[in-house]
């Protein structure tokens, strides 16, 4: 089992397999898209399964895939497969904007994958055409009912709250009555943009602390007579991989979780590295401190991919110290 300097156990990988994308959401990736490269500079699917043999011998057995957008990756299936049936592996996640689950969640399921999480930051048809600058809300929702229809467990709503965008809460949080959603809102973070630059979206103050976030959806849905959220037991909510508190109204078939990067830094439960498409770990999301997994997979085979592996995760930091900013958009590091 792989354990960090600071104690932490460490067995989560998350693996955006490309920085391309089928929407452009305002805050992630700009609207001409990400610089071509050549298929030489992304790691391939089979440098890809390698990687994920030598982390499953250090102790990694929960695995994200995600991007940019994961399914666009021509061969994504496949992948999954492998990932799925190597020794060690025990559970395969997609993170995507659900646009073409329609179409693949059947292929995906019996491929291995178990759980989804799906990002949508609004209900509205043309607030939605307007983050995702294009993007048809539809598809999204098409996506959900494929993905509960198909038996995903979980099936999570991500949802980035700004103030700006003055988003429909309770609308948001009732997607949990009916049926097994687990929705999430998620605080934004200011990545993108060095420190001090403007990013791509939204500024750190356009950011709802999780508390407010709470309270907000508490006073108008005991207004609509549901009654306010009540925090549900960690041994009993969905089995999350990541740092959400768990909520649910009376009755419900799924829950609300929140997830606060900023307001209430989760660093001391962090259980993840993350890999990027160009194949560098990143120990931290925040930090730009990158390790090249891609050439020492290359130059040096499975042994000196397992010592960047161990370097990498040698060298997390205790936590993110408020950095805000980073090198890189979000479509490249992966979320
Ligand atoms: N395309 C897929 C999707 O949208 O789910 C996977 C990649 S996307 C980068 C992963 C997640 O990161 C999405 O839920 C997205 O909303 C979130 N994200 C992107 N930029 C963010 C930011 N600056 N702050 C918080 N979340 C962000
Ligand atoms: Fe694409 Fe996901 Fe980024 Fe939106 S958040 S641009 S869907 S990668």
């Given at each position: 089992m792989a354990y960090d300097q600071h104690g932490r156990k460490i067995d989560y990988l998350r693996i955006s397999v490309t920085d391309r994308c089928n929407l452009r959401c305002l805050y992630c990736?700009?609207?001409?898209?990400v610089a071509w490269k050549s298929h030489d500079d992304m790691l391939s699917f089979e440098e890809i399964t390698r990687i994920v043999r030598v982390a499953a011998t250090e102790g990694f057995s929960r695995i994200r895939l995600t991007g940019g957008?994961?399914?666009?990756?021509?061969g994504i299936i496949d992948l999954i497969r492998e990932i799925a049936c190597t020794?060690?592996?025990?559970s395969v996640a997609m993170t995507t904007n659900g646009i073409l689950l329609p179409k693949m969640a059947m292929e995906l399921r019996s491929a291995g994958l178990s759980r989804v999480n799906i990002s949508l930051d609004t209900l509205d048809p043309k607030q939605f055409a307007h983050i995702t600058r294009w993007g048809n809300i539809n598809d999204v929702f098409a996506g959900i009912d494929a993905a509960l229809k198909m038996g995903f467990n979980p099936v999570k709503v991500n949802a980035v709250v700004v103030r700006s965008l003055n988003q429909d809460l309770l609308s948001f949080a009732k997607l949990?009555?009916?049926?097994p959603l687990h929705v999430r809102f998620i605080e934004y973070m200011p990545v993108g943009a060095p420190e001090g630059e403007a990013g791509l979206?939204?500024?750190?103050?356009?950011t709802i602390p999780n508390e407010e976030l709470i309270m907000l959806i508490n006073e108008q849905a005991v207004s609509a007579g549901l009654g306010e959220l009540k925090p549900v037991d960690s041994t009993k909510s969905?089995?999350?991989?990541?740092?959400a508190r768990y909520y649910q109204f009376d009755n419900a078939a799924g829950s609300i979780g929140f997830i606060s990067a900023l307001s209430r830094h989760f660093c001391s439960e962090c259980n993840r590295l993350r890999l990027t498409a160009e194949g560098k770990l990143r120990p931290c999301l925040f930090n730009d401190d990158e390790y090249d997994l891609k050439k020492a997979l290359r130059t040096g085979g499975d042994e000196a991919a397992r010592d960047c592996l161990r370097e990498a995760l040698g060298s997390k930091p205790d936590e993110h110290h408020g950095q805000i900013g980073t090198e890189r958009l979000m479509s490249q590091i992966g979320g």
């Open positions: 990736m700009p609207e001409e898209g957008e994961p399914l666009v990756r021509l020794p060690g592996i025990e949990s009555l009916d049926r979206g939204w500024s750190a103050a356009d969905v089995t999350g991989w990541g740092p």
